[in-house]
C-alpha cells in the first residue's frame, strides 16, 4: 500500500509551545509562550532549517525574522483535550479526545493509603514521595536508599509516580517488579497516574549519582484504538524513536527504538531516512527539550538544544526523497521562564516539509482545533480510515 507519499516522518519537539492557547487562563497559563521566551533571552538565536520551513512566519521571534519564501506549510494547533500532557497531547495528534485529565501529585504528594499499599507489596518504607527534580532527589535520598534498603518515590509535574533503584544494589530486575507493582496499584479511578516510571541510577554517593538509560515507562493503555492501530492493521510500519512506545504502551507499533538522547533520537531518525525503504509512519519524540531544559526552567539550555536540533534536522531534510514527507510538532508547551515546573498550556506548531514542496513553494494554513489533524493526515495519505470514535480532519491536499 502506497499513499502520495510513502515514508512520513512526524517529530515531536517535546514541549514546544508558540503561546498561550485561547483556554490557556483556565489552566493558569495566560501569557506563557515557550518559544517565543527562549528566543527572548537568547543573544543570539541560530535555527536556520526551522527558519527555512516557516517558523518565524508562523509566529514573530527576536533573532528568527520570517523568510519572504518559506519551504515548509505551517500552521498552529490548539490542543482539544483537557489536559496539558505528554500522553494526552500525543494521544490526541493519533485521534483521542480526551476528557477526563489523568491526576497529578505535584502540590501534595502521593496518598497516605496508596503509599502504604506499595510499602507492603514491595517490603519496603518509602522515602521521598514529593515533587522533585530527578537529580536532586538522588543528592538528597540516594544514600539512605542504599544504605537503609528504602525506596525513593516522587513525582513531577506530570502525571507520573516515578521510583528510583540503583542498579548494583537493588537491581534492574527488582526496580522493574516493583515498577510493575505500582503500575497496578495506580490503575484504580482515585490513583490514576498516566505513567509509571523506573528510574535506574549508579553511583556510591551524593555528588556521584548518576541515572542510567536503563529507564522503563509503564504507561497507561490508550482507551481505544488509534491511528498507529489502524495503519498497523493495514499493514503498515509504524516505526517509534524515543519514548513513543511507552506512550502508547505499544499499542499499534511495529518496531521501537530506545534513544538516550534527543540527538541520538534525530541520528537515530536520519539513518533510518538514509538507509532504509519502509512504508508507512516514523514517529518520533525528542523528550531532552522537556525533560532536561523546560522542567528546569533553563531558556538558555533549551535555546541551544534547539539549535543542535536544528543542525540535525539540515541533515535530515537534505536526505529526504522525493516522496516522502516531514512534520514538525508538539505536545504541550513547557515555557521554561514561567512560574512553577509544571507544562504550560500552548498552541503548538505544525510545519510540514517535502522536496515536492519545491514546486509551489510553501505557505501558512489556517490554525487547526485539534493535534489529530495530524493522524487524520497520515492515514488519508495512506488510504485508512481513522478508528471509530477518532477525532481529526485531514490536511493532506494543502501538502501538496
Not at 543570539?44 to 514573530?60: A, D, R, T, V
Not at 502504604?116 to 515533587?131: D, Q, V
Not at 556510591?204 to 504507561?219: L, P, Q, V
Amino acid at each position: 500500500m502506497k499513499g502520495r507519499y510513502q515514508r512520513i516522518f512526524t517529530i515531536v519537539l517535546d514541549s514546544l509551545g508558540i503561546g498561550n492557547a485561547p483556554d490557556a487562563a483556565r489552566f493558569g497559563d495566560e501569557g506563557a509562550d515557550t518559544l517565543g521566551h527562549i528566543a527572548a533571552r537568547m543573544e543570539s538565536f541560530h535555527i536556520p532549517n526551522l527558519q527555512k520551513l516557516g517558523i518565524g512566519n508562523l509566529k514573530p521571534l527576536p533573532h528568527v525574522p520570517p523568510v519572504s519564501d518559506p519551504m515548509g506549510r505551517f500552521f498552529a494547533l490548539r490542543e482539544k483535550s483537557l489536559g496539558k500532557d505528554t500522553m494526552t497531547g500525543h494521544w490526541e495528534m493519533m485521534g483521542i479526545y480526551t476528557t477526563k485529565p489523568f491526576i497529578t501529585f505535584t502540590e501534595t504528594g502521593f496518598p497516605p493509603a496508596l503509599i502504604h499499599a506499595l510499602e507492603l507489596e514491595t517490603g519496603r518504607s518509602i522515602i521521598g514521595n514529593k515533587a522533585a527534580s530527578g537529580t536532586a532527589i538522588l543528592d538528597e535520598l540516594g544514600e539512605q536508599e542504599i544504605k537503609e534498603n528504602k525506596l525513593i518515590v516522587y513525582t513531577s509535574a506530570d502525571s507520573v509516580l516515578q521510583i528510583c533503584g540503583h542498579e548494583t544494589h537493588m537491581g534492574l530486575e527488582t526496580l522493574y517488579h516493583y515498577c510493575e507493582i505500582a503500575r497496578k496499584l495506580t490503575l484504580r479511578d482515585e490513583w490514576r497516574v498516566g505513567r509509571v516510571i523506573a528510574r535506574p541510577y549508579v553511583g556510591e554517593k551524593r555528588g556521584e549519582f548518576r541515572r542510567t538509560s536503563n529507564r522503563r515507562d509503564y504507561a497507561l493503555q490508550p482507551p481505544q484504538d488509534t491511528a498507529l492501530n489502524a495503519l498497523q492493521d493495514a499493514g503498515l510500519q509504524v516505526i517509534g524513536i524515543g519514548k513513543i512506545r511507552d506512550i502508547f504502551d505499544g499499542s499499534g507499533i511495529t518496531r521501537s527504538l530506545h534513544s538516550d538522547s534527543s540527538v541520538q533520537g534525530m541520528d537515530q531518525t536520519i539513518a533510518l531516512c538514509m538507509q532504509e525503504d519502509f512504508t508507512g509512519l516514523c514517529f518520533v519524540n525528542l523528550v531532552d527539550f522537556d525533560a532536561l531544559w523546560g522542567h528546569r526552567r533553563n531558556p538558555i539550555g533549551y535555546g541551544q538544544e534547539l539549535e543542535r536540533f536544528d543542525e540535525k534536522l539540515g541533515v535530515l531534510i537534505r536526505s529526504l526523497r522525493p516522496d516522502d514527507l516531514l512534520i514538525l510538532t508538539a505536545d504541550h508547551g513547557n515555557d521554561p521562564t514561567w512560574r512553577g515546573t509544571d507544562h504550560t498550556r500552548e498552541e503548538v506548531p505544525f510545519l510540514a516539509y517535502s522536496p515536492r514542496f519545491s514546486e509551489r513553494g510553501g505557505g501558512a494554513l489556517e490554525t487547526a482545533e485539534d493535534f489529530a489533524v495530524i493522524g487524520a493526515t497520515i492515514c488519508d495519505n495512506f488510504g485508512v480510515e481513522m478508528p471509530k470514535g477518532s477525532i481529526g480532519v485531514s490536511v493532506l491536499d494543502a501538502l501538496k
